[in-house]
Each structure stands twice: as structure tokens, then as C-alpha cells.
């Protein structure tokens, strides 16, 4: 019998898991470049998370979460560089901006599906356009660079090794996080809502809330996952942040599969890495990656999870696969 | 308790010049087990959802045990104690059965962000009992696991009426609850209403099924093209000559 | 006074296009509730074509226009024929979008390819001679962009009120299966909507390219033809006329102004104040939930 409520995230399989992504830095001993991509992938493993909680659980179209990454990190960048803000601070600040901004698009949740997409949509191109052309603030598209490493406790990380620790805590933190909320009341909600908003509200949910609830949430981990990039590169710019971006974070979760937590993940290290390599590829490169899209969404809509979950099901051993995915 | 559970008061529905409902009054009083009848388009299921809130209404108001509640959403109605049960069974195919139920709490325990994410175990307290408590109720077997979507259509209905009961209402809405079940399954249906009138939950049905709704309703409307066109006790309605022209002169009415 | 005129005539102008693009967005979603972020790539195509058909064969101008048009319609019908339709049957929305964002990707990297990197001047007949009336170049060909925009949305008008397959096209529409059993052929429709739409964006693509230039990057010209359908209301026709009109201009009037830098700013700014006070948008049918 399926209880929700009792679902606990540490199994054998999460365990070793969380193991094992802890002691992959040693792996790669220490070339920058793998570091860098690791790094790199961890904060878009972050985002990618995010954007799973609003549009793979929600199912709320947000087609600008590009938008609050750039929020969060001009943030933190403009508070440390100009007005010495510590990290820790401005880490806050970031994530506080980044969810004023998703307030002040709130009321727009209560639009039909399409209408709200295109909304957040614009919303993201507003949002670029203000990163290129706010230059007092952002200094526009030469990019924003002096960005201190962040400073913890009295220590400055510097090292790409130890970088990856303060992320991983970050990511593992949100993990959690996530799914303690997708366990609980609020969860069940969260779900319900997806299947049948109907029935929700005529059961008691203010639907309204919940959205914005998650809209509000996905922002906040955008902003600090902004922070945590812009001390990361020490440098960033108004392209990061636009809809190149969001395409890519939403092809993250839709790849990894909607509603799988793990699959964001993973959605997020394959496309990722993808995005690296097919700058090898050249000029094709971007022909490819359309036409990767097109296939990905004809054959496998369910994404990677999915598709993991059909096989799963013919093998019957396997059990059920990946700790902290939540059956539905 | 003084005053009518359920009221609505002139209520009326137009459609982009399709009156759907026409300037309906109707006053349930607590403990009542109140059918509503008429041909098929007569507006009943309308009125459920203008009382329900998924309409917004044209005209008149609606009052819930006293509070108008006729600018209020959906949810805040159910919050306030308004139960409802849908033609087609709404339930959340994805989810499990507990969970199916659970969700019928959100109105008398609005799940909040920061108890999901600061209390857990709290958060839960007396929900599994009570969930547990109106599955037996509904007579759904204790061990139902899996998802929603396994059970069967009757078992399906009672689900939904589980969520709608769990909140603790003081009016039920069932909008033919009798559709597409057996014979024995109706029985136990008339069963578990009466036993919710027991409980307290004043019950207003939407029926083609003449002879559960005689045997079961106190009071019993009769709507036809958005009218209300009689009101009273089964026999009282079955002798009234506009009730019986209204189901006569319709082809595909159900007998009365 | 004159220079109020010729800001309003040119952001009518600008507008007209915009709703040209905007319509053909708009017909697709309520045909298939689908959101074609290729269309604006569609456009951009249009005016590539228009591009060598000057080049190559020397047309006159409502020749490239209905050249390109017919081009693109086709290509449009092809890419949902090949791309999206398999996708149509089974997908959420969600799946969908991606899908057209891949063939947005797709159709960019085509023109780069065909057509290179560097903006493509047509060649001088077409080029517009205007005068310069407060720092904006005001053309006779602002003045036929608009005449031209403006027969089509009443040839559309009327083809949708008047004309018996236009009728039709709205029922399906509106109702699908109800279409679909007054002996309506469904995706006959479907393959007219994305013709159509085609064709309107492939025009627009030629006047815009003609004046401007023609490069893979117009499709971001287009992107704000989504946010006139959306400013008029989504899926209406008229709607996305009113809406592609009422942006040209407010980013005339704005570029001159205010600043040419905010005037997407301040456009798209005026696009979200709207959705929040009227959800709908300007013309759109007044339910934010299936009523």
C-alpha cells in the first residue's frame, strides 16, 4: 500500500548515489576544464531542478525561468562589487530579488495555459533586454566582471574543487528540499492540481496559491543559483541569461522526463554536455541539435525517465529505480 | 442551527443570450436529503455549478448556511463547507487512493509551503485516520492500494464522494451519483447517504433515477429549461400535472 | 504635425506586419492549439526567398510577395505535415512548443547556411527612397506595406465571414469534433491554416526584408508578432490585427520619444500591464477558465 506520507528519501540507492556524485571531483583529478564543466553542470542540475518543481509538477508553462538565473546573479554581482556586500548576503539578496520579480508576475497565473506561457515568455525576453541595456547597472553586453569568489565562514573559495563542494551542498540541499515538499500535504496538492484542477478547487485547494507558491520557489532557486554562477566565473553576461537559456533548462526537464527528479538531473548533465560538444561540430552543430529536438519530442515524450520507467517494467528485478522519484 | 443550509435566491445563468437558468430559489434546510429532477438540459447540473462556484452567476445570490457566498471561489465555498460530486467521476487517476481522499482535507486544512517544509511529521497528524476512517465508511476495501485509476467506476464514484466528505461539510452535492452502478451498488449507495445524513451532511442530489430519488429525498425540485417548475414531497410532485408534461412531452425523459 | 503623421503612418506600417504574423500565429493556435515558435523563423524565410527571387529574377514587388507567400506556405504546411503532426496526436503542449523551437532552431541554421551571415540589402529598385521626416525615413513603401497588410485582413475578414471554406476553417476551429461530423475535413482545414499562415508570413517576410534587410536574424522581428496576438487576444483574428497595429505604433512613438534602445522594453512592458488587467487580452473572449 502506497502511503505517501511515510516516502523517505535516504535508500540504499540515494545513498550511494549522493556517494558517489560527492567523490567525483577526485575522479577528475585536476583538469580545469573538467572541473569547470562540472561545476557548470551542477549549477544548471540546480536550475534544472527548479524548473522541474514549476513546470514538470506544476505544470505551469514558464518560459523565461532564463530570466530569474540573470536576476540572481546581477544581484549578488552588483551587491558584492559595488557595495561590498558579503557573499552570504548577497546570496540572500539574489534569491529575495529573484522572487519579488516572480510577484510581480504572479497575478498572470491566473491566464489559460497558453496565454501564461506567452506571458512568461515575454517576461523573459523583458528581462534580457534589461540586462543589455541597463548598462548603470549591468554594464550592459560587455559583461559584468570583477566578481569576487564568495567567502564562507571566513574562507574564500577558490579552488574549482572546492567550488563543486559548495555546490553540491547547494544541489543536495534543494533536492531535499524538493522533495520533502512534494511529500507533504503541499505536495499531494501540487500533484492533484496537475491531474485535475477542477477537482481541486471544488475540494478546497486555492489552486491560485499553490501556482504562485511554486512559481515563488523555482524563482528563489533560480536567484541563488544565479549567485552561486556569478562568483563561480567571477565574470557573467546578458546571453546567459536569455532565451537560448531557457530552451536549454527546458529541454532539461522535458529529456529527463516530466515529474522525475533524478531525470532533471540527468536531463541537465546530457544537455549540458551536449551544449559543449557540438560547438566541435561547427556549423552543423545547431542544424543537429534542431533536429535532435524535433526526434526527442516525436519519440520519446516521456523523456529519459520514461523511457527508463518502460524498461524497468519488462526487466522485473530492477525494482523501483532512483531514489526520490516520486511515483507520479 | 436557524435558516437554510443551502440557498440561492433568483439565481439565474445566461450564456451569451442562452438563459440556462432562470431565476432559481431554492432553500435546503439542515438534515434534509433533497432531490433535484427534471429532463435532460433543464439546467441542474448548471445550478450545481453556479452553487459550487465554477460559474459565475448572472444574477441572484447564494448563500451558504446563512454567508453569501456568491462572489466566492471554488474553494473557499468548499472551505466553507460545500461538498460536490461531478457527473463524471473527478478524481486523480495518477495518484493514490489515500491521496484521492487526502485532497478532500485541503479545505479544513489549507496545506502550507512552510509546514511542508518545517514539520513534517505534523503536517500528517490525524490525516491518515481520517482518511482511513471515510474509506471504511464508503466501503472501500481497507487494503486499496494502487492508483486511482485501477478501481472500478463504482468504486471510483465512492472516491470521489470520500474527498468530498473527508472535509467534514455541511452540504453535499451529488450530481447523479446513481449513473452507470448496479443494482446492489445503488442500495448501498442509499445507504451510505442516509448515513451521512446521520452524520450531520444535509445531501442534495441530482438524480434520473425516479425511484431512489422518491424513496430516498425528502423534498424534491423539479427544474425544466432552467425554471423551477415544482417543489415538494415525491408524491406531491409526481401528481403535479406541469411535472408530469414536462417529462411526457419530452422524448428521452426518464419515467417518472 | 506632419512628423505625428508620418510617426503613425510608419508604426501602422511596422504594425501591419506584425499582424500579418501575428494573424497566421493566431489561426494556427485556435486550429490546432498549437504555439508556433517557428512562425516568426517563417517570416524571416520569406524574406530570404524574396530575397534571391530580386535578385535572381527581378519580379516586381507583388510578385515577390506572392512568390515568397506561396513558398512558405508550402514550407509551413511541410514542416507540421513532417515535424509536428506525428507530434500533434499524442503530446502536451509542453512537448509541442519544443518541438516547433526545434524547428526554429532548424530553419535559422538553414538560412545561415543558404544565405550566410551578413544582412542582405535587396537590390535598388526595390529599396525604398523616402524622406526623412524627424529622424525616421518615411517611404511611399511604408504606405503600400500598410495598403498591402490591410487588403489582406479584409480579404481575410471576408474570406472568413463570407466564403464557405473560410466558414468552415472557423468551425473547426471552434469545435473540432462537432466540425468533424457536419462532414467538415479536419486536417483538409488544418493544411489550409498552416498555408495560410504560411503565406501571410512569407509576404510579411519580403515588405519587412525590403526595407530593412533580409538575414537569418528577422525572425526576432517576428517574436514580437507573439506579442500581438497575445496583446489582442490570443487566437483572435481580429484580435492580432488590432494587436500587431497597436504595437507598431507604440514602438514608433516610443523609439522616437523615448529611446530606440527601450522601445522593446517598454513594448513588451505594455504587453504584461495589459494581461494584467484584462487577461485576456484587448479583444480576446472574456474567460480566463473554460466558463
Known amino acids: ?328 | 442551527m436557524t435558516g437554510p443550509v443551502l440557498e440561492t435566491e433568483q439565481v439565474s445563468k445566461r450564456f451569451d443570450g442562452l438563459v440556462a437558468v432562470n431565476a432559481v430559489d431554492l432553500r435546503v434546510e439542515g438534515g434534509e436529503i433533497r432531490g433535484i429532477v427534471g429532463p435532460n438540459g433543464a439546467g441542474k447540473t448548471t445550478v450545481f455549478n453556479l452553487v459550487s462556484g465554477l460559474y459565475r452567476v448572472s444574477g441572484g445570490r447564494i448563500r451558504l448556511r446563512g454567508r453569501d457566498v456568491t462572489e466566492a471561489p471554488p474553494h473557499v465555498r468548499a472551505a466553507a463547507g460545500l461538498g460536490r460530486t461531478f457527473q463524471t467521476p473527478q478524481i486523480f487517476p495518477d495518484l493514490s487512493v489515500f491521496d484521492n481522499v487526502a485532497v478532500g482535507l485541503a479545505g479544513s486544512r489549507p496545506p502550507s509551503l512552510r509546514a511542508a517544509l518545517l514539520g513534517r511529521r505534523r503536517d500528517w497528524d490525524g490525516v491518515r485516520a481520517d482518511v482511513e476512517e471515510t474509506l471504511d465508511f464508503l466501503r472501500l476495501p481497507a487494503g486499496i492500494g494502487g492508483f486511482a485509476a485501477t478501481l472500478s467506476f463504482g468504486e471510483q464514484k465512492r472516491l470521489e464522494i470520500g474527498r468530498a466528505l473527508i472535509g467534514g461539510p455541511s452540504v453535499l452535492l451529488l450530481d447523479e451519483p446513481a449513473a452507470g452502478l448496479s443494482r446492489s451498488e445503488i442500495d448501498t449507495l442509499a445507504e451510505l447517504i442516509r448515513g451521512m445524513r446521520t452524520r450531520g451532511v444535509t445531501v442534495v442530489l441530482i438524480e434520473h433515477n425516479m425511484k431512489l430519488v422518491m424513496g430516498l429525498c425528502g423534498l424534491i425540485t423539479v427544474l425544466d429549461f432552467g425554471r423551477k417548475i415544482a417543489e415538494g414531497t415525491a408524491d406531491e410532485v409526481r401528481r403535479d400535472p406541469l411535472v408530469v408534461t414536462a417529462y411526457l412531452g419530452r422524448s428521452g425523459g426518464a419515467g417518472v | 504635425m506632419s512628423e505625428v503623421a508620418g510617426l503613425l503612418v510608419f508604426g501602422l506600417a511596422i504594425g501591419s506586419i506584425y499582424s500579418l504574423v501575428a494573424i497566421g500565429f493566431s489561426m494556427i493556435y485556435r486550429a490546432t492549439g498549437l504555439v508556433h515558435f517557428a512562425h516568426p523563423d517563417l517570416m524571416m524565410i520569406g524574406g530570404m526567398v524574396g530575397y534571391t527571387l530580386a535578385t535572381r529574377t527581378g519580379l516586381p514587388m507583388p510578385l515577390l510577395f506572392i512568390g515568397s507567400g506561396l513558398s512558405v506556405a508550402g514550407l509551413s504546411w511541410l514542416i507540421d505535415r513532417v515535424g509536428l503532426r506525428p507530434i500533434r496526436r499524442q503530446a502536451a503542449l509542453l512537448n509541442l512548443i519544443i518541438a516547433t523551437i526545434g524547428w526554429s532552431i532548424i530553419l535559422v541554421n538553414v538560412a545561415l547556411f543558404v544565405w550566410g551571415t551578413a544582412p542582405l540589402s535587396y537590390p535598388e529598385p526595390y529599396l525604398p527612397k523616402g524622406r526623412l521626416v524627424g529622424g525616421i525615413v518615411i517611404v511611399p513603401q511604408n504606405l503600400v506595406m500598410l495598403g498591402v497588410a490591410l487588403t489582406a485582413m479584409i480579404a481575410l475578414q471576408a474570406f472568413f465571414t463570407r466564403t464557405v471554406v473560410g466558414q468552415a476553417l472557423r468551425a473547426t476551429a471552434e469545435n473540432p469534433v462537432a466540425a468533424q461530423l457536419m462532414g467538415i475535413r479536419i486536417e483538409r482545414m488544418m493544411m489550409l491554416t498552416f498555408l495560410m499562415s504560411g503565406f501571410l508570413a512569407g509576404g510579411a517576410g519580403v515588405l519587412v526584408a525590403s526595407i530593412v534587410y533580409a538575414n537569418f536574424d528577422l525572425g526576432l522581428i517576428g517574436i514580437k508578432s507573439f506579442a500581438a496576438a497575445v496583446l489582442g487576444g490570443f487566437g483572435q483574428v481580429g484580435g492580432a490585427m488590432v494587436g500587431g497595429l497597436a504595437l507598431g505604433v507604440v514602438e514608433t512613438i516610443t523609439a522616437f520619444y523615448v529611446s530606440s534602445a527601450y522601445k522593446d522594453i517598454v513594448a513588451y512592458t505594455l504587453l504584461i500591464l495589459v494581461l494584467l488587467v484584462r487577461p485576456q487580452g484587448l479583444l480576446g473572449s472574456g474567460r480566463t477558465r473554460p466558463d
Open chain 1, 1 to 328: 500500500m502506497t502511503v505517501s506520507w511515510r516516502r523517505r528519501f535516504w535508500t540504499p540507492t540515494s545513498g550511494a548515489t549522493v556517494a558517489a556524485l560527492a567523490a567525483v571531483p577526485l575522479l577528475l583529478g585536476n583538469s580545469p576544464y573538467h572541473l569547470f564543466l562540472l561545476n557548470t553542470i551542477a549549477v544548471f542540475a540546480m536550475l534544472a531542478l527548479g524548473l522541474q518543481l514549476v513546470l514538470g509538477y506544476g505544470g505551469i508553462l514558464q518560459l523565461g525561468y532564463a530570466g530569474f538565473f540573470g536576476l540572481g546573479a546581477y544581484t549578488s554581482a552588483i551587491l558584492t562589487v559595488h557595495h561590498g556586500w558579503p557573499f552570504p548576503a548577497a546570496l540572500v539578496a539574489a534569491m529575495a530579488v529573484a522572487v519579488v520579480g516572480a510577484l510581480v508576475m504572479s497575478p498572470i497565473v491566473r491566464l489559460r495555459d497558453v496565454n501564461f506561457a506567452m506571458a512568461t515568455f515575454v517576461f523573459g525576453l523583458i528581462l534580457e533586454l534589461v540586462y543589455n541595456q541597463w548598462s548603470a547597472m549591468t554594464n550592459g553586453p560587455i559583461g559584468f566582471r570583477g566578481i569576487p569568489a564568495p567567502t564562507l565562514l571566513g574562507l574564500t573559495v577558490l579552488e574549482p574543487q572546492h567550488y563543486y563542494y559548495l555546490l553540491f551542498a547547494a544541489l543536495l540541499a534543494e533536492y531535499l528540499l524538493i522533495f520533502r515538499l512534494l511529500h507533504s500535504p503541499f505536495g499531494t496538492a501540487v500533484r492533484a492540481m496537475r491531474e485535475n484542477e477542477t477537482a481541486c478547487r471544488t475540494s478546497g485547494v486555492d489552486v491560485t496559491r499553490v501556482k504562485v507558491t511554486l512559481l515563488l520557489v523555482s524563482s528563489a532557486i533560480a536567484g541563488a543559483a544565479g549567485s552561486l554562477l556569478a562568483h563561480m566565473n567571477g565574470f557573467i553576461s546578458p546571453p546567459t541569461f536569455g532565451w537560448a537559456t531557457s530552451v536549454a533548462l527546458l529541454m532539461m526537464v522535458v529529456l529527463g522526463g516530466v515529474r522525475s527528479l533524478p531525470g532533471a538531473i540527468v536531463g541537465a548533465v546530457v544537455i549540458r554536455l551536449v551544449v559543449e560538444q557540438t560547438s566541435v561540430l561547427g556549423q552543423y552543430s545547431n542544424i543537429v541539435f534542431g533536429v535532435a529536438l524535433v526526434l526527442l519530442m516525436a519519440f520519446l515524450p516521456t523523456g529519459l525517465a520514461g523511457l527508463v520507467g518502460r524498461l524497468a517494467a519488462r526487466v522485473p528485478w530492477t525494482g523501483r529505480l532512483g531514489a526520490g522519484s516520486v511515483p507520479s
